[in-house]
């Protein structure tokens, strides 16, 4: 079973930055994996931030920006601010499949 | 504006199927792939599968046996049918757009709690 692994949680203060992770068991993230990152709120749907690796929709702010980093795909926040705080989840593509990370909970402290 | 909107029963029992529709407003049906997620309460998020405007289906491999997608283009709807679903189908199934020439999963609904039980 492929599994997708993303930090557990991490801390932030505003004004900050902070980058999450995506990693595949399957090996090395590449843009073949065309990551997809979103943000969800409490008792919220969640909300597209990132697709194909590091393109924005229409709606993303600028502090957020992704890439691929180490071996893994990459969310940055940059200038964090306190409504930024949320779950975070990366989803991969793996031949006509798609898988989720488990999430990143994102405390802005 | 695009929009999506589950529905269905929020109570299934269990052994039985979950059958969920999404209904497409403000944007066309054709030319996207038309996929469910669901989360179960208070863990992480999970791909079940997808279906083009045409017919064609993708699932998830670890589902596949029990889920089935289908598209109904005069009513601009798309739906979910789970088969002999247990305490673990418990989630908000949500329903989202894929559009596959840029990769991307844009428009969400809000989500429909399913419980499973007796």
């Known amino acids: 079973q492929t599994v997708v692994t993303q930090e557990p949680s991490l801390t932030v203060s505003p004004g900050g930055t902070v980058t999450l992770t995506c990693a595949s068991s399957t090996g090395a993230v590449t843009s073949g994996y065309y990551a997809n990152w979103f943000q969800q709120k409490p008792g919220q749907a969640p909300r597209a931030l990132i697709y194909s690796t590091s393109n924005k929709h229409s709606w993303t702010p600028a502090r957020f920006s992704g890439s691929l980093l180490g071996g893994k795909a990459a969310l940055t926040l940059s200038g964090v601010q306190p409504e930024d705080e949320a779950d975070y989840y990366c989803?991969?593509?793996?031949?006509?499949?798609?898988?989720f990370g488990g999430g990143t909970k994102l405390t802005v402290l | 504006q695009v929009q999506l909107q589950e529905s269905g029963p929020g109570l299934v029992k269990p052994s039985e199927t979950l059958s969920l529709t999404c209904t497409v407003s403000g944007g066309p049906i054709t030319g996207y792939y038309w996929s469910w997620i669901r989360q179960p309460p208070g863990k992480g998020l999970e791909w079940l599968g997808y279906i083009y405007y045409s017919g064609s289906t993708n699932y998830s491999p670890y589902l596949k046996s029990r889920v089935s997608i289908s598209v109904d283009m005069s009513r601009d709807q798309f739906s979910l049918r789970l088969t002999s679903v247990t305490a673990a189908d418990t989630a908000v199934y949500y329903c989202?757009?894929?559009?596959?020439?840029?990769?991307?999963?844009?428009?969400w609904g809000q989500g429909s709690l399913v419980t499973v039980s007796s």
């Open positions: 989202a757009r894929y559009d596959v020439d840029y990769y991307r999963f844009d428009y």
């Open positions: 989803l991969l593509y793996y031949s006509n499949a798609w898988v």
